[in-house]
């Protein structure tokens, strides 16, 4: 998949509508982080590609990383939840039936690393995927498994959005040395 054809459309429609830059993200950053369907959507290249407008522009930065590492915590847990009740069911759903290989990656990774493998997991598309779910299926205690969910999801969230804010703004100094 071109990453530039889904992320241009959506930078492209944050740039002129503004105002939609949190709920936009919010959404992408749910996305990105629900099981299954982040394999699906490669929102971290329209994160970094929105993280430039807030340098490029007049977008307040702190409303938009709040709603993204809020989409991200939601989406994350929305997958542990679907781990505690669908139990080993969700292996034999697509896509995992059809990458089987994930699966005991993911569990030895959640054996491993406990919950530290939430906050690991967050920053590995294939691992973002899975993890949560996983975690869910292994009944990780629930207050181990938010405490790592929401502070990994506001650490990547600033990341993807600081980013492309930093590169904004490089490539700005870059140009003004240039001139």
């Keep these: 998949?071109?990453?530039?054809?889904?992320?241009?459309?959506?930078?492209?429609?944050?740039?002129?509508?503004?105002?939609?830059?949190?709920?936009?993200?919010?959404?992408?950053?749910?996305?990105?982080?629900?099981?299954?369907?982040s394999l699906l959507i490669p929102a971290w290249a329209a994160l970094v590609g929105i993280g430039t407008l807030i340098g490029a522009s007049e977008l307040n930065f702190w409303p938009i990383w709040i709603a993204g590492s809020i989409g991200a915590a939601l989406?994350?847990?929305?997958?542990?939840?679907?781990?505690?009740?669908?139990?080993?069911?969700?292996?034999?759903m697509w896509p995992l039936s059809r990458n089987?290989?994930?699966?005991?990656?993911?569990?030895?990774?959640?054996?491993?690393?406990?919950?530290?493998?939430?906050?690991?997991?967050?920053?590995?598309?294939?691992?973002?995927?899975?993890?949560?779910?996983?975690?869910?299926i292994f009944a990780m205690p629930h207050w181990r498994f938010q405490v790592a969910n929401f502070s990994s999801a506001f650490v990547w969230a600033a990341t993807l959005l600081l980013l492309g804010d930093i590169t904004s703004k490089f490539i700005k100094w870059i140009g003004s040395l240039l001139a």
């Design 1 to 37: 998949m071109d990453f530039s054809s889904y992320a241009d459309p959506i930078i492209a429609f944050v740039r002129l509508h503004s105002a939609w830059a949190a709920p936009v993200v919010f959404i992408l950053c749910f996305a990105e982080s629900l099981a299954l369907i």
């Design 75 to 92: 989406g994350d847990w929305v997958s542990y939840w679907i781990g505690l009740k669908l139990e080993k069911r969700v292996y034999h």
């Design 100 to 136: 089987p290989e994930m699966i005991p990656k993911g569990e030895d990774f959640v054996r491993k690393w406990g919950p530290a493998a939430i906050f690991i997991g967050r920053f590995s598309g294939p691992l973002r995927a899975t993890v949560p779910l996983i975690a869910g």
